[in-house]
């Protein structure tokens, strides 16, 4: 083994020790093991960079800043933020202004301290705007905002809602009833892209709006989106509330017997195969029926009055006078031979007079009848069905089978009654058939390029990682595979401890191996031929056992594999 000079004492030891380590270095780089594991380390090495150089070239994600703001609140917080050194832009496709989403609280923060944005500021902030000492007028007007903005900020809390501003016409308390005038609102709303409002969610904003202002009518209230069509209803004739109520009720009652055919005959024809349109007549007249009864046989005595009446001539009584000494009436005078009759005494009774007055009461019966409002009168349904092409070929001249057998068409229709409620005295119909439908065709829609950017920077990654494995790794490895059988030699290359093998340019590895073998052939021909003595042959054999022990054991266990093959197993 050579020794290794030791530095002279007049030399550096910072110089000495360098060269030492790198001494240390190559030979530890000089080691099988290592040299074996160098091409997964390269390989590791080089997708770690590509990782690392795919995580600073990708986008951050982004987070919308404040959905629905102004055009031009979003150029003075863009301005803002550009100046505080954070990323913001606006999305081509929602028109919002996006942060990262690292920098989404950063970003508040610093338009919370400049006041930004201000196209929607709550209530407090104008009532403490309110100056010392101004007029009545003023502060009127600065409520009435106030009240404004906080109806404003309530409905834009509806999802469909982008944006909302309402305005308020309070009128003047006045002394004189006559004059008073009904508060009235107008309600301006900019709705998300894509999203429309409900009837019951217009009728929802109405109804808040009406109910927060005291003495305000659901009719004064109007609804009005960004494209000017008016959402409200128009019209406070109570005829056309109650027709459309009766409309949407009857169009519930259709969906529903609708989904009930559906579900009952989706499970025969399959999805897709079938067709149901159901029409209800309902009658929503309202009447009122008032029926009186009286029964001749049960009667009750209610009152009953009696009454006598008795006359009589008293005796003549009282103080003599002019009366008194009045001639007397001319007397009657009876003819000869007539007899006068009895003629009654002071004081007895001369006429009597009696009466009996009863009251009966009838039995009587009144009966009042509302009969109900929206009773359906007649139901219609219409079913299509998707015919299925016969399966069995149609002999020429012959009748095709039908599109929908009569059994199934029987079928179905007991399925459909029941689920219906059929009634056949009302006049319920229903009718089946089935006809081939067309095939879809589908719209085409516009391409959405959007995607074209991040494909790019994608396919940039994959081109240099492609580059880098192609251009760098494959000619290290195949450096590394030849050099780990190869050792450097003057005029040459030494392979296996065989000195005379060249390796130039563009030679595979099997090319080296092939050399290595014919020149480990004739070195094995020349140290073993016919002269060479047999003591010879065996200091040449211990030789190389001693040299490379593990080739000896392999091509032993070559020349023994048949007999091992062959020997019989335990």
């Known amino acids: 083994m050579a020794m290794t000079p030791a530095p002279s004492s007049g030399g550096n030891p910072m110089v000495a020790q360098v060269k030492g380590a790198v001494s240390n270095v190559l030979r530890m780089g000089n080691q099988p093991a290592l040299r074996r594991a160098m091409p997964a380390i390269l390989i590791l090495g080089v997708a770690g960079l590509a990782l690392g150089g795919w995580l600073l070239l990708r986008e951050p994600a982004r987070m919308v800043l404040f959905p629905g703001l102004a055009e031009a609140d979003k150029a003075r917080v863009i301005e803002s933020l550009g100046a505080a050194g954070i990323d913001a832009r606006v999305d081509t496709l929602t028109g919002e202004v996006e942060v990262p989403t690292a920098d989404y609280y950063r970003a508040r923060m610093q338009l919370a301290s400049e006041g930004l944005p201000t196209s929607m500021p709550d209530a407090n902030a104008v009532l403490t705007d309110l100056p010392m000492g101004a007029s009545r007028s003023v502060e009127g007007a600065r409520l009435r905002q106030a009240q404004e903005l906080e109806l404003a900020r309530s409905i834009n809390e509806i999802a469909a809602v982008s944006q909302a501003r309402v305005h308020l016409a309070l009128p003047e308390k006045s002394a004189f009833l006559r004059d008073t005038q009904p508060p009235r609102a107008s309600v301006f709303l900019q709705l998300a892209q894509g999203r429309v409002l409900e009837p019951s969610q217009v009728e929802a904003i109405v109804n808040l709006v009406a109910t927060s202002i005291p003495g305000m009518a659901r009719g004064d209230v109007t609804v009005v989106d960004q494209m000017g ?92 006078g002019a009366v008194a000494n009045a001639p007397p009436n001319q007397a009657d005078l009876v003819p000869a031979g007539e007899a006068t009759g009895a003629q009654p005494l002071a004081g007895q009774i001369t006429n009597r007079q009696s009466g009996s007055t009863k009251n009966y009461e009838v039995s009587r019966t009144v009966e009042t009848t509302q009969p109900a409002t929206g009773q359906i009168k007649k139901i219609s349904a219409a079913i299509l069905m998707r015919a299925m092409p016969s399966a069995a070929p149609v002999e020429e001249g012959a009748e095709p089978p039908p599109l929908l057998p009569e059994e199934l068409r029987a079928d179905l229709e007991k399925l459909v009654q029941g689920a219906i409620g059929f009634d056949a005295e009302r006049g319920d119909t229903i009718t089946i058939t089935a006809q081939p439908f067309m095939d879809v065709v589908m719209a085409e829609t516009p391409t959405d390029w959007s995607w074209v950017g991040e494909a790019s920077r994608q396919l940039g990654l994959i081109a240099l990682i492609a580059i880098i494995a192609l251009g760098i790794i494959r000619p290290l490895l195949t450096r590394v595979s030849v050099g780990g059988e190869a050792g450097a030699a003057p005029g040459g290359v030494q392979v296996g401890g065989v000195r005379g093998v060249e390796v130039t340019a563009g030679d595979s590895l099997d090319d080296v191996q092939a050399r290595l073998e014919a020149r480990r052939a004739k070195l094995t021909n020349a140290a073993l031929g016919a002269n060479v003595s047999r003591e010879e042959k065996f200091a040449v054999l211990r030789q190389i056992v001693a040299e490379d022990p593990g080739r000896i054991a392999s091509v032993l266990q070559r020349m023994m594999k048949d007999d091992i093959d062959r020997a019989p197993r335990a």
């Open 229 to 320: 069509r008016l959402l409200s209803r128009g019209s406070d004739d109570p005829a056309a509330v109650v027709s459309d109520r009766q409309l949407q009720h009857r169009l519930e009652v259709e969906s529903l017997y609708r989904e009930r055919i559906e579900a009952m005959l989706t499970p025969i024809a399959g999805p897709g195969n079938l067709s149901v349109q159901v029409t209800v007549d309902m009658d929503f007249t309202q009447s009122q029926i008032t029926e009186e009864r009286v029964d001749p046989t049960g009667t009750a005595l209610r009152s009953e009055q009696s009454e006598l009446v008795e006359s009589s001539e008293p005796q003549a009584r009282g103080i003599p």
